[in-house]
């Protein structure tokens, strides 16, 4: 390692912060503001991520937000309402996690005509998410005003491709 000449300048310090985390609560207060204030509904993930980046950074430049950690705080927020698009893709492997909340998935199990129990797909402990062999995958978040003001915990409407889920045993 060569010597340091003397009069050098410092070591620069390191490079500044590129973005800001803004706190659940900001994120939720922000995602209400722009449903409120602007329009009633937003077709996209990425219209929706956009209009609340330009709420929060009127107040910090540096802030930063996700779709997905915006979606899933979107689900718990009073008087935000999610609807999900989805679409039918092969595959048959088991999800580990929901697509849509990030909670685990419990089996959706049917009995069969000799009194066994066989699992048919598996759905969502929190959102209404739920799949069978032909994977239902999400393709469109909308997110729109809710109009009661309560908690709208992952409200689906589903593809006129899918059917209703079926039935779980106890």
């Known amino acids: 390692m060569p010597a340091k000449a003397e009069g050098a300048p410092p070591p620069a310090e390191g490079p500044s912060a590129r973005f800001h985390r803004p706190s659940a609560d900001e994120v939720r207060r922000a995602a209400?503001?722009?449903?409120r204030g602007g329009r009633a509904t937003y077709p996209s993930q990425a219209a929706f991520r956009a209009a609340v980046l330009d709420v929060l950074r009127r107040d910090d430049p540096l802030a930063g937000v996700s779709g997905t950690r915006l979606r899933r705080l979107a689900?718990?927020?009073?008087?935000?309402?999610?609807s999900v698009h989805y679409t039918?893709?092969?595959g048959s492997d088991a999800l580990a996690a929901c697509p849509v909340c990030g909670s685990e998935l419990r089996p959706i199990r049917?009995?069969?005509?000799?009194g066994d129990s066989v699992v048919i797909g598996q759905q969502c402990s929190r959102c209404r998410?739920?799949?069978?062999?032909?994977?239902?995958?999400p393709t469109r978040y909308i997110f729109a005003r809710g109009?009661?003001?309560r908690q709208s915990v992952g409200r689906s409407s589903v593809s006129p491709l899918s059917t209703r889920p079926p039935e779980t045993l106890r």
């Open 129 to 137: 998410y739920w799949t069978h062999h032909p994977r239902r995958v």
């Open 88 to 90: 039918e893709r092969p």
């Open 32 to 35: 209400r503001r722009v449903l």
């Open 147 to 149: 109009t009661d003001g």
């Open 110 to 114: 049917n009995r069969t005509l000799t």
């Open 75 to 82: 689900m718990e927020t009073p008087g935000v309402r999610l």
